[in-house]
């Protein structure tokens, strides 16, 4: 047989095994031995994933076959506890299920490279084993005497025998799951961890087993005899009245509740009890028989699980609320309150991290403790508290958070050297918890929280995650509304009030937008146009086009839709960009020239008048001019007096921000004076010929 066919011969019995056997670590071995005499290889082996006490995703030598004369590697030190993280490439491969056939020397990780030339390996092949979704691990095949690499047909068979065994593993491995959830079961109902007891018809104790000493810390010699309901608290009552030997058994004769015991150490814990009468004849009872479970832990968990569903729900009513009515307050001092009551703090805030021109972090509130110390503090909270209270004193524990954008936890803020301590009889700070939010890597906010009767811990902010997230998506969509509320009321302020006509277009000239100014100027409603090129209400022109400052300039006419009227239109447009520099469209505004080409026409039939009219134009820029420059000199002249004055100020703070303004008022000045130049440059230039521009085919508002 050539080797393929004893490939699949050897795979034929790996099946077998793996199904005759059901011990895994008993036929793996035999397995190995298949493959590696099919296979004609030196090694077979399989290395097994899991993670180290440091959490670190390694490897470990498992099992493997050896030729005759090939050195054994399963006591080799350096093969168990490997980390991953020093071959990523190949677990990158392996973790997609891809297999690996391959020269050693054709690796480009020299650790990989040289702990396979210590073994004296030539090429390998690498099979993924899958357990479910889960990367078990691989079977690994070495060739120490040629380089001669597996065929594409040999290593798809053992890519699906690879399959199967870690269809097995997931088997057995769900098996064993079924029989330890069966062994605990059966442990549940024999009682093992459970009070047993027995009562007499009174509801005394008569008998209980060695778990009710561990559980209520009371002996079970001075138990026998008292009565049973004595011992729980919140549920006595009915407990001894259930109990009573003239209670109606109107049901199956069964009960269940939950109570709090009291035990010895004066502890208070949740108990489940359950109970049924011991009928020894139909027509009497003799007594109770029952459990008593210990559910403390789970009771504790259940109220954590409702407070963090209430306070999922507050995060959701306050995104909600936010959506439909842009209030979110009313609802983040809600979802504060619970915030304070799930962690037992005394106060606490919420708030969003912006920052500062000089890149400085800052907190603004959301929604913050009324801590108030003073009457001037009470004024400021009341008038700042709805719309954000800003914090940049970076001297303290949660400037520590914004600083560093990490967790802080402080037990002993008195002493922590990280805190700047707190205003004159501001409430004493003891105990403090800052949780930077996240989006991403983004960071965007922050949760403080303060003077919880115990220490603050990391299971603290781990009770909190699911929260967290939530506050982190709500102050993504704040941000993002306010962007989109700036930049709609702008858009809208400048398209809806210019009398130009503002327009974008796909790039087929497709009107996507057009403002509502198309109405006045050209008589067409803007649901007209939109959805339709320019071509299909205004027909083709011809436009003579010029560049200008980055833009297209052309006039082109058009007819009013109304009037018949024609309306001469001055257009820029340009191409339009999103925020990443990827063109989108394109922008076009056009202006309504209509009285300045008339005038242009009239003053073309004499050239007498436009010469007059050129030379009124010159007289009037250069009186603008004069008239501009005169008042800007007097305005240089205070400036530089005000400049004197102000180095003589004390004051640091306030003789720099006027120097800064009176720096700024100088810059405009100049920049005034240069515009004023530069007209009367641009007038000088307007009365040569200019030369004839190019002509070229356009569509109109394009």
């Given at each position: 047989?050539n ?20 011990n ?8 190995l031995h ?19 006490e ?19 590697q ?8 490997l ?19 391959d ?13 396979m030339s ?13 357990s479910g979704?889960e990367?078990w691990g691989?079977?690994?095949f070495d060739n120490c ?15 699906a ?10 088997a057995n ?8 959830g069966h062994?605990n079961y059966?442990?549940l109902v ?6 047993v ?11 209980v087993?060695?778990a ?10 001075e ?6 309901s ?7 009552t ?12 109107n ?31 139909k027509?009497a009872k ?5 459990t008593?479970?210990?559910?403390h ?6 109220e954590?699980s409702?407070k ?5 729900q ?8 936010f959506?439909?009515?842009e209030d979110?307050?009313?609802?983040m ?17 919420t ?7 000089d890149?400085s ?6 929604t913050?403790t009324?801590i ?5 503090t ?9 719309v ?7 001297n303290t ?6 600083k560093?954008g ?5 037990n002993d803020?008195?002493n ?12 004493p ?9 996240y989006k ?12 919880k ?5 990391l299971?603290?902010?781990?009770l909190l ?8 998506n ?12 700036e ?6 302020l400048?398209?809806?009030n ?17 403002s509502?100014s ?15 090129k320019p071509?299909?209400?205004f027909?083709?022109?011809?436009a003579?086009?010029t ?7 052309m006039?082109?006419?058009h ?21 990443k ?29 436009e ?11 250069s009186?603008?001019s004069?008239e ?7 305005i ?13 100020l ?8 006027l ?5 700024r008022?100088?810059?405009?000045v ?7 130049s ?6 000088n230039?307007?009365?040569k ?9 356009v569509?109109?508002?394009s």
């Open positions: 047989m080797r393929s066919e004893k490939i699949l011969s050897a795979l034929g019995k790996s099946y077998f095994e793996l199904e005759a056997e059901i895994l670590k008993k036929s793996l071995p035999k397995i298949y493959l590696g005499e099919s296979t004609s290889v030196d090694r077979v082996y399989i290395f097994k994933n899991h993670f180290n440091a959490g670190e995703f390694c490897m470990s030598y498992k099992f493997e076959w050896n030729a005759p004369g090939v050195a054994p399963i006591d080799f030190e350096f093969l168990q506890n980390p991953w993280s020093i071959f990523p490439e190949i677990e990158h491969n392996l973790r997609k299920n891809l297999v690996i056939n020269l050693v020397k054709n690796t480009q990780n020299p650790v990989f490279f040289e702990s210590e073994q004296g390996i030539l090429s390998y092949l690498f099979v993924p084993i899958f979704k990367f691989y079977i690994g005497s040629s380089e001669i690499l597996f065929t594409q047909d040999q290593t798809s068979a053992l890519h025998f690879a399959s199967t065994l870690g269809t097995k593993l997931l491995r769900q098996k064993r799951k079924l029989m330890t062994k059966s442990l024999n009682n093992i961890n459970e009070i007891f027995r009562t007499d018809t009174k509801g005394r104790i008569e008998f087993n060695k009710w000493e561990r559980i209520s810390k009371f002996s079970i010699s138990s026998i005899g008292q009565p049973l004595d011992f729980f608290e919140g549920g006595m009915e407990l001894a009245y259930i109990m009573d030997p003239d209670f109606s058994q049901d199956s004769g069964g009960f269940e509740m939950d109570l709090l015991m009291k035990t010895k150490t004066e502890k208070k814990i949740w108990v489940k009890v359950k109970g049924k009468f011991n009928d020894i004849q027509d003799k007594g109770v028989l029952g008593i479970i210990n559910i832990s789970q009771k504790l968990a259940e954590d409702k963090l569903n209430t306070l999922l507050a995060v959701n009513e306050t995104q909600l609320r959506f439909e009515q979110f307050y009313t609802p001092n809600s979802l504060l309150e619970n915030l304070l009551s799930i962690t037992g703090s005394q106060f606490g805030f708030g969003e991290v912006l920052y500062d021109v890149g972090p800052y907190l603004k509130s959301h913050i009324n108030s110390w003073s009457e001037e009470q004024k400021y909270y009341e008038k700042n508290f709805k954000g209270i800003e914090f940049r004193n970076l524990l949660f400037g520590e958070n914004l560093t990490e967790i802080v936890i402080s803020c008195a922590d050297p990280r805190s700047g301590g707190v205003p004159h009889k501001h409430p700070l003891k105990r403090y918890l800052g949780i930077p939010i991403g890597t983004e960071f965007l906010g922050l949760m403080g929280f303060a003077n009767p115990t220490d603050y811990t299971e603290d902010v781990k995650e699911p929260v967290l997230s939530g506050y982190a709500f102050i993504k969509a704040i941000r993002i509304n306010r962007k989109r509320k930049s709609d009321a702008m858009y809208r400048i398209s809806e210019s009398g130009d006509i503002i327009a974008i277009h796909d790039f087929d000239l497709t009107f996507r937008y057009i509502p198309i109405e006045k100027v050209l008589g067409y409603n803007p649901s007209e146009v939109i959805g339709k071509e299909d209400i027909g083709k022109y011809k003579k086009v560049k200008l400052d980055g833009y297209d300039k006039l082109i006419s007819f009013h839709k109304t009037t018949g009227e024609k309306i001469h239109l001055e257009i820029l447009s340009r191409i339009l960009y999103d925020e520099g990827n063109p989108v469209g394109i922008v076009a505004a056009s202006r309504d020239v209509t009285d300045r080409e008339l005038v242009l026409k009239q003053l073309k039939k004499s050239l007498e008048k010469k007059d009219l050129n030379k009124l134009k010159s007289r009037f820029i009186m603008i004069h501009l420059r005169t008042p800007l000199s007097t240089i002249s205070s400036i530089d007096l005000l400049k004197l004055i102000t180095e003589n004390n004051d640091k703070t306030q003789k720099e921000k120097s800064l303004h009176l720096d008022i100088h810059l405009q100049n920049r005034l004076t240069r515009v004023i530069d007209i009367l440059t641009l007038e230039q307007s009365n010929p200019s030369p004839r521009r190019n002509e070229k085919m569509l109109p508002l």
